[in-house]
């Protein structure tokens, strides 16, 4: 229970919450094999443990033109992932897609405003 307390002190979480944040996680990476979680700077999300974070698989998975398991295939490509990983992470975007579509949605905008905040320093330029 001291681990749990310092957990929960460092997070500012009750450690009722993280309690139920870990079993729930736990739940999460027993039914989908190959899914971790992780802290940054955008809050705790769901990653392959071999590399990049759900929602960004799912992200270049929906810019193929290709559809079905060509689309899979061409996203493992684009990112240097077997096709089993791309699959493992359409499974959890399966059971979790409001979740992953929310994450999906806040980087495109992210990216959007960036790119439009530097195009008005470059037009300064001009």
């Not at 929906?62 to 996203?75: M, R």
């Not at 096709?83 to 929310?102: H, M, N």
């Not at 994450?103 to 300064?124: K, L, M, N, T």
Request: aromatic share 6%.
């Amino acid at each position: 229970m001291l681990r749990l307390r310092e957990h929960s002190d460092r997070r500012a979480l009750s450690k009722s919450a993280l309690a139920e944040r870990y079993i729930d996680e736990g739940m999460r990476m027993e039914d989908h094999p190959g899914i971790v979680f992780r802290d940054g700077p955008t809050g705790r999300r769901a990653a392959l443990a071999s590399g990049p974070d759900v929602w960004q698989v799912i992200s270049a998975l929906k810019d193929q033109t290709e559809e079905g398991d060509a689309a899979v295939e061409a996203a493992a490509e684009w990112l240097s992932l077997p096709s089993s990983d791309v699959r493992s992470a359409l499974s959890y975007y399966g059971a979790f897609t409001d979740e992953i579509d929310a994450r999906v949605e806040a980087s495109r905008s992210d990216a959007e405003a960036a790119e439009a905040a530097w195009r008005r320093g470059q037009a300064a330029l001009a």
